[in-house]
Each structure stands twice: as structure tokens, then as C-alpha cells.
């Protein structure tokens, strides 16, 4: 089976355990999933199962991908995304996953897009430490200060921490633990945080560092 599944990032909550330690747990609304492609090394290149999610109305698709979808007799779905497959499975196009793949206890990598910033300065952006307040300095507290030298290089190098757009890139919080599924509503919670804000859409995938 394969371990993995598109969702929409809820929110987060508090889960008590047996013995009363709170958790800051995310809640994510997984599944259902519907296998809409299946790919294998030979013809493709690499194996790889593509999931669907998220029904929708048929104005809200193009038409190439209505294309795709109706030749497996599948609903409309918004989101499509391919997760790697090593060794084999029983999956075809078709078939629905649901969030029982997972189980209380497992580990898990989730990926989606974080939370847009605009544009930054260096202390929000990097974590400077700005500069001090001593002798008279009102203006500069929060500037990032000299980035570079004068006669050599007598330039700023490529690459430097600067002021800038922060946010809204694709990010990965890697070996979460699973703490609640819930087969009846589609949920299933993490312990932690997960990237992007409440609605965002994630990705689910058995974690790579066990």
C-alpha cells in the first residue's frame, strides 16, 4: 500500500494523553483520495502513483485534466500530486484512499506552502540582532548593518542575507508523529506544526527518517 495522501490543513488543538501531557497537535482533513494515474519504471521512466482530492464542479477544472479524469470514471477533483512508489502495490487507477493507511503512532513527512510574509526586514527575515542603542543611535536599531567591505571585494556577494520577500516557499516538517485518525471524518492529527495557514493544502508521506 501506499503510504500517502493530499489534505487540507485545518487547524491546530490541544490532545491529552493517558497520563495528562498536553500536545499541540495540527489537524488536517486527509482524504478521501482517488487514484487517478499509476506509473511504472518502464514506460515511464520512474514508478509513481498519482492521487486526486477534492471534488469540484466541472466549470472549476480545465478541460485536459476533466480529459484525464473521465477516462477512469472519476469525479472531478481540484488537486492532483504524484507520490514515489518503491517496491510493489496493489493500487490502479480508480481505487480510493483514505486515511486508514495511517495508524496512531506512525511517523510522518508533510509538505505544503508557507505562510506568505511579503517583503521583510533582516531581523524578521534572519533572526539579526539589529544594532545597539548606545551613543545617541535612534534610526538604525532595526538595520541590518555593513554587508560587505570596502576595497575588497568592493562589492556584496551573491547569496547575502538581505531584506527581502519571506514566506509563501515550498516547505517539508519532517517525522511527525500521528496522534488522532479519524476514518469517520476524514482527520488525522500530528503532533506540531505543519506549513501554510488553515485551507492550505499538504501533502502526507510515510517519513523518510524513521
Same mark, same amino acid.
Given at each position: +500500500?501506499?503510504?500517502?495522501? !493530499?489534505?487540507?490543513?485545518?487547524? +491546530? ?14 489537524? !488536517? ?80 513527512? !508533510? ?11 533582516? +531581523?524578521?527575515?534572519? =533572526? ?16 541590518? =548593518? ?19 520577500? +519571506? ?44
Amino acid at each position: +500500500m501506499v503510504k500517502g495522501l !493530499i489534505g487540507r490543513k485545518i487547524g +491546530m488543538t490541544q490532545v491529552f494523553d493517558v497520563d495528562g501531557k498536553v500536545s499541540a497537535v495540527t489537524i !488536517i482533513e486527509a482524504g478521501p483520495c482517488f487514484v487517478t494515474q499509476v506509473k511504472s519504471a518502464k514506460p515511464d521512466g520512474y514508478a509513481a502513483v498519482q492521487l486526486g482530492f477534492s471534488e469540484v464542479k466541472p466549470t472549476r477544472v480545465t478541460a485536459g485534466e476533466k480529459g484525464h479524469l473521465k477516462n477512469n470514471n472519476l469525479p472531478v477533483l481540484k488537486y492532483l500530486r504524484e507520490f514515489r512508489v518503491r517496491g510493489e502495490h496493489s493500487l490502479s487507477a480508480g481505487d480510493k484512499v483514505t486515511v486508514d493507511v495511517f495508524k496512531v503512532g506512525e511517523h510522518v513527512d !508533510i509538505a505544503g506552502t508557507t505562510k506568505g510574509k511579503g517583503f521583510q526586514g533582516g +531581523m524578521k527575515r534572519h =533572526g539579526f540582532s539589529g544594532g545597539g542603542r548606545t551613543h545617541g543611535q535612534s534610526d538604525r536599531g532595526r538595520s541590518p =548593518g555593513s554587508n560587505s567591505s570596502g576595497t575588497t571585494p568592493g562589492r556584496v556577494y551573491k547569496g547575502s542575507r538581505r531584506p527581502g520577500h +519571506m514566506g509563501d516557499v515550498r516547505s517539508t516538517a519532517q517525522n511527525l508523529r500521528v496522534v488522532l485518525v479519524d476514518a469517520e471524518r476524514n482527520l488525522i492529527g500530528v503532533n506540531g506544526s505543519v506549513p501554510g495557514a488553515k485551507g492550505a493544502i499538504v501533502m502526507l508521506k510515510e517519513a523518510r527518517k524513521q
